[in-house]
Nanobody
């Protein structure tokens, strides 16, 4: 199983980025997909999640700024981020789970400069 995240980088505060996660080795349509992030010296936290049926949920700090979507035909999940803030700086991880099966990607770094 591979979850390959891409799209991270350096952006100024107020800017936008779009992350993508390409999944392989799983029946993608069955899985709930999510994005988590971990900033230095902080715990990993949920950013956004989208279920197999398309229901979405977001962490409180990103509501109204981030949007998660999925393309089951391409086995990808995306995270559109706007109005980025320095506190959004973190490594962003792609996550997949279905029942007892759970997988993590290696992460992509997002750095927001003030």
């Amino acid at each position: 199983v591979q979850l390959q995240a891409s799209g991270g980088g350096l952006v100024q505060a107020g800017g936008s980025l779009r992350l993508a996660c390409a999944a392989s080795g799983i029946i993608f349509s069955r899985y709930s997909m999510g994005w988590y992030r971990q900033a230095p010296e902080k715990q990993r936290e949920l950013v956004a999640r989208i279920t197999s049926t398309g229901s979405t949920s977001y962490g409180d700090s990103v509501k109204g700024r981030f949007a998660v979507s999925r393309d089951n035909a391409k086995n990808t999940v995306s995270l559109q981020m706007i109005s980025l803030k320095p506190e959004d700086t973190a490594v962003y991880y792609c996550h997949a789970y279905w029942g007892s099966r759970e997988y993590w990607g290696k992460g992509t770094l997002v750095t927001v400069s003030s």
